[in-house]
Nanobody, 126 residues
Framework: QVQLVESGGGLVQAGGSLRLSCAAS????????VGWFRQAPGKEREFVAG????????DYADSVKGRFTISRDNAKNTMYLDMNSLKPEDTAVYYC???????????????????WGQGTQVTVSS
């Protein structure tokens, strides 16, 4: 079993930056892929970024590529999402999630993730 706790959300002006963190506990952190998803009001949850259990593969949604950077520190059981050049359309609740399938790839599908955090709100004002 895995427990995930997000932090770092908040209100920021367009063009600003935020760093989200996801602290994990339970199963050894370096044995599963982790990812960030987001959900805006009235929209479906969407993939943002992910990093494999081996820390060798990262993947990003086209909408955030070049602006967001995902990383993980297996020694600290923590994953990060550095978000730069934020836009109003980035406003959403951001969730971290764990994929325990030991897959060699990063999945974009929410149904393939087994555990989720409670979410943290990110609001970007124009």
């Amino acid at each position: 079993q895995v427990q995930l706790v997000e932090s770092g959300g908040g209100l920021v002006q367009a063009g600003g930056s935020l760093r989200l963190s996801c602290a994990a506990s339970g199963r050894p952190f370096n044995t599963y892929t982790v990812g960030w998803f987001r959900q805006a009001p009235g929209k479906e949850r969407e993939f943002v970024a992910g990093v494999s259990w081996s820390n060798s593969i990262t993947d990003y949604a086209d909408s955030v590529k070049g602006r967001f950077t995902i990383s993980r520190d297996n020694a600290k059981n923590t994953m990060y999402l550095d978000m730069n050049s934020l836009k109003p359309e980035d406003t959403a609740v951001y969730y971290c999630a764990a994929d325990l399938s030991f897959s060699a790839r990063v999945s974009w599908s929410a149904v393939e993730y087994d555990y989720w955090g409670q979410g943290t709100q990110v609001t970007v004002s124009s």
